[in-house]
């Protein structure tokens, strides 16, 4: 049995303007806090775009579907959940006003289906995306925008904007004073990192191990957050000899396995358990476990180990025998821990205990200390040499609960998610011949040829873009990008491809590009594709940028109206718009000024340009399926 409810433009629009209304007034520098109720009982207050889309209860398949998709963008990016609404909205609202205007415009017979019109718009999306925005769009971005100069090492102008990168991507997630004590932490966490690496492969290694390399403290002000330097390990299991404290140079193993042994598999009995019968069989089996145990302990003495580090739990057996023999054991450490331990001191770890040690098993202490954190006792190892593609030290993010100290980190690691955008080489690639092609395919006619001025203008760009970017070669590594915590969205469905190097061939490269927040990017972008449009004559492209174009300003808009302006001022954003654009026209790079609401030119903050560019590229996707749906339908057996 199937039940089908059919879809319209004006069922789309309703659905994507809930959402929007929901982060209306938590948008932008100065936005306020969302109080959400999730199905867990917890209530949270944030007014992170990414945890609120996460905890909404939707039933409607299509909301559930821009939802899934925002969340994806944002794990890939680290922002924009929702700039990536309001241009989803604005966009579909823009298609219905003009679908509406095309269906009143004729009469009679000649009124056309609707259907036609969308699937017009669709396919003159697809076109923007491949050739509108890579031969007019990025030029022009690139014209505007600060280019940072990458080298391996971090140098004072990398810093710089490093810094100011971190702090626009945490503006509006917690308040000032908080976000810049983190920007300024991050930062200095990067660059604390081995002079091995460059600064992309230092931003893509924390990404990749955040988990391992930082440790969320609740019960703390988040102004003990800090940077310790070594390894913090669990202080759950563990028996030290007090000289051990005061001693340097400790040498120490990694143990994957028990310290008494093998375990009898058929009784699968746990570490310091015996199974006897009888007092005299209970003599014996502690006697042979004791001989058991300190012919291991023995063996790593002999081999110049003071400490032993393992996963599995340390029993009372094992704990005297090794104040006996004069050596510490740390048990019940998580094997993420170890496996980051092995990892920074560049060690292997030992996997059965009869196993012979060599030099690639043992690593040296530089001094370990009990650490208090959150009123969590702790052990701080610090090494005394740290492999050349690890990070040695351990990023502490403190919070008053547990909520805050969790949307601190989030934060955080969002902040790096906008880095890596700022860093990544974003590529694409059109020859002047293809670009001629694909233009041709939508303004000639079998019967007309391209107009000569036309021509002029289209070669005159594809000219200008290869100019641009000719002999462009940035010192970042070109690393793919991957990201595990992507949803299943990406894997069921080419909505939304992560994959930078969709936009063509290595060629042509934009990155460590940046402009300054506040819409300067979207006044760039509205401006480029109004450009576009006077060399195309195919109203379905013409009407596609249009599209674009409202959805595009819907940011700066929101930015207007969430400023200190009054309640009458707030609804003068077409003032605003005009003088912006006018700006532009003459070279200059406007923002709307998050207080007073007014255009300006003097903005500090840093915004990547590709992050940009990648959420317009998956908005414009999703559109794509948006306009294409025509019902939903509930199959029941």
């Known amino acids: ?28 520098p100065n936005a306020l806090l969302t109080t959400v109720l999730p199905s867990t009982g917890k209530v949270m207050v944030t007014s992170d775009g990414a945890s609120i889309l996460t905890s909404l209860q939707l039933d409607h398949p299509v909301a559930r579907m821009v939802c899934s ?67 007019y769009v990025f030029p022009q971005l690139e014209r505007y925008a600060t280019a940072t100069k990458l080298t391996g090492d971090m140098t004072e102008t990398t810093h710089e904007m490093t810094l100011k990168v971190l702090q626009t991507s945490m503006l509006g997630k917690a308040p000032l004073e908080v976000s810049s004590h983190f920007s300024h932490l991050l930062s200095k966490f990067i660059s604390s990192i081995g002079n091995s690496h460059n600064v992309l492969d230092k931003v893509l290694y924390l990404i990749d191990n955040f988990p391992t390399v930082t440790m969320e403290i609740s019960n703390d002000n988040y102004s003990y957050s800090q940077i310790i330097p070594g390894v913090l390990l669990p202080k759950k299991s563990v028996t030290l000899i007090d000289s051990l404290l005061q001693t340097s140079n400790i040498k120490f193993i990694l143990l994957e396995c028990s310290l008494e042994g093998d375990q009898d598999e058929q009784t699968d009995l746990p570490p310091g358990v015996l199974q006897v019968s009888g007092y005299h069989g209970f003599q014996q089996a502690l006697q042979w476990k004791e001989q058991t145990v300190r012919r291991i302990l023995q063996h790593y003495a002999n081999s110049g180990v003071q400490l032993i580090i393992t996963s599995w739990a340390v029993s009372e057996l094992v704990m005297s025998i090794c104040r006996a023999v004069g050596m510490a054991a740390i048990g019940a450490i998580p094997l993420e821990d170890m496996e980051r331990l092995a990892a920074a001191a560049d060690v292997i770890m030992v996997h059965e205990t009869h196993y012979v040690l060599s030099e690639e098993n043992i690593a040296t202490i530089k001094s370990l200390k009990d650490v208090v954190c959150g009123g ?11 492999s050349a593609v690890a990070c040695a030290d351990t990023l502490v993010i403190c919070g008053p609960t547990p909520g805050l100290s969790r949307q601190y980190s989030n934060m955080v690691l969002n902040g790096l ?72 969205v990406l894997s069921d469905s080419s909505l939304l491809e992560t994959k930078l190097a969709s936009f063509g061939s290595a060629k042509h490269h934009l990155a460590a590009l940046s402009m300054p927040p506040g819409g300067s990017i979207e006044f760039i972008i509205h401006s480029s594709l109004e450009n576009a449009k006077c060399c195309y004559s195919d109203p379905g492209i013409q009407t596609a940028c249009q599209i674009i174009q409202d959805a595009v300003l819907s940011v700066p808009q929101k930015i207007h109206e969430n400023s200190y302006l009054s309640a009458s001022g707030r609804h003068a954003f077409i003032q605003a718009k005009l003088e912006a654009l006018d700006k532009v026209s003459v070279g200059k790079i406007p923002c709307i000024h998050y207080q007073t609401g007014a255009v300006w030119t003097d903005s500090e903050g840093c915004e990547p340009v590709a992050s940009k560019m990648v959420l317009l590229c998956h908005v414009i996707e999703l559109l794509q399926q948006l306009l294409r749906l025509d019902a939903i339908v509930s199959v029941k057996l």
Request: aromatic share 8%; charged share 20%.
């Open 376 to 386: 969590q006792n702790f052990m701080q190892l610090e090494l005394k040499t740290v």
């Open 1 to 28: 049995m199937a039940a089908s409810v059919s879809l319209d433009l004006g069922k789309l629009v309703s659905i994507t303007q809930t959402l929007e209304n929901i982060f209306y007034q938590s948008f932008g």
């Open 417 to 488: 998610k906008c880095l890596r955008m700022w860093l990544q080489p974003l590529n694409f690639s059109h020859t002047a011949e293809e670009n001629m092609n694909r233009k041709r395919k939508y303004d000639c006619t079998s019967e007309d040829q391209l107009d000569s001025t036309e021509a002029l203008v289209q070669n005159a760009a594809v000219e200008h873009l290869h100019k641009k970017f000719k002999g462009m070669q940035l010192a970042c590594d070109h690393k793919q990008l991957s990201d595990p915590d992507l949803p299943d």
């Open 69 to 135: 998709s925002a969340l994806a963008h944002h794990c890939f990016t680290g922002d924009g959940t929702k700039t990536f609404i309001f241009m989803v909205a604005e966009a579909l609202r823009s298609t219905l006003r003009r679908a509406k205007k095309v269906k009143n415009g004729c009469s009679g017979s000649e009124k056309p289906h609707i259907s036609q019109f969308v699937i017009e718009v669709t396919q003159a999306l697809g076109y923007i995306v491949s050739d509108i925005l890579p031969n």
